[in-house]
């Protein structure tokens, strides 16, 4: 059995190396290059302890090297923005037609009647070619963690939308997910392509839901607030990763008063003085957050979260096999 599944997908196995290798042509070259603009320009020494004032300092400070950085690479984590899409090709070219081929062909009663149950056949299937997407989403993971480091420490965005979904443990959970919804969609079809176009718009979905949704509140926000003008300090350092949820204005009595949530809702050093006239001497800016360290126990539970999708999936496509494939 382990043999004929080998044989059934060593093509997409193949296809699979080709890919890898396709992505580390781009990503190594510039990673090297961003690793070497990182140290020539002295980030390095930006990110312990680097507080607000070195940010702006009126000799630019880390601020003015962190725009040098941006300027030349975040170009480069836009264009990245691709490599979000990859995660869903284990769900559509492995997951879907793993058993929606077989049965579109109607090649799986021949297996089933020399001897191998449904049993071991799908469980044989989904353990090799699973293990397959586990480990070429892992290598694919370190690949991607390796290349993006540099913008992440010279940004800040590490955390921030879509940069936190492209860097991680949660590459894997995404791959797997990916690959479990193919299979039962595949299953409960029985044709590959619609199976495919399925999963496509089903990962698409839950992953905006989550990320949307519930990824801001796995853990309660921490709260930060800082008096619009005096001596207090303003915003902190923009490299140390915090992921802001939202900012405002609130009045001395804590009503809300300004409605948007970016950096515009706040008042700066330079605002102070028509804030203080527009919203009075008691108001202060606030900002809700998820603190930088925080990330890797975020990255945890979206991972154990897809990967808990995966399963129920997967128990819910095997037993489609047992019961009512003809």
């Known amino acids: 059995m382990t043999w004929l599944v080998w044989r059934q997908h ?6 699979a190396v080709v890919a890898l290798l396709a992505v580390a042509l781009l990503l190594v070259p510039t990673g090297r290059q961003m690793r070497a603009a990182f140290d020539d320009l002295g980030l390095r020494s930006c990110l312990p302890g680097a507080d607000h004032s070195e940010l ?3 000799d630019g400070g880390c601020a003015s090297l962190s725009e040098q950085f941006s300027g030349r690479f975040l170009g480069l984590g836009t264009a990245s923005l691709l490599l979000l899409f990859l995660p869903v090709l284990a769900g559509l070219f492995w997951g879907a037609p793993l058993v929606a081929r077989e049965v579109e062909h109607g090649t799986q009663r021949l297996v089933w009647t020399q001897g191998v149950t449904r049993l071991r056949w799908a469980t ?9 997407v586990v480990l070429v989403a892992a290598t694919y993971a370190l690949l991607v963690g390796w290349w993006i480091a540099p913008l992440n420490d010279a940004t800040g965005y590490r955390f921030t939308w879509l940069f936190f979904d492209q860097q991680g443990p949660v590459l894997v959970g995404y791959a797997l997910f990916a690959f479990g919804l193919g299979v039962l969609v595949g299953t409960l079809t029985g044709k590959v392509l619609p199976a495919m176009a399925i999963t496509l718009g089903g990962f698409l979905a839950t992953r905006v839901a989550v990320a949307l949704l519930l990824r801001p509140r796995f853990l309660p926000y921490q709260r930060r607030t800082y008096p619009t003008i005096g001596g207090s300090p303003a915003e902190p350092n923009q490299l140390a990763g915090d992921w802001v949820i939202s900012r405002a204005v609130y009045s001395a009595q804590g009503v809300k008063l300004t409605p948007g949530s970016g950096s515009q809702a706040l008042c700066d ?3 102070a003085a028509q804030c203080v006239a527009k919203y009075g001497a008691g108001a202060y800016n606030q900002e809700l957050f998820q603190p930088a360290d925080r990330f890797w126990l975020f990255q945890g539970i979206e991972t154990a979260l897809f990967v808990a999708l995966t399963v129920v999936l997967l128990v819910l496509a095997v037993h489609m096999v047992r019961r009512r494939i003809a």
């Open 10 to 15: 060593r093509q997409q196995a193949l296809a």
């Open 56 to 58: 702006v300092a009126p």
């Open 124 to 132: 044989v299937k989904l353990a090799l070619v699973g293990g397959g």
């Open 269 to 271: 050093q330079t605002s």
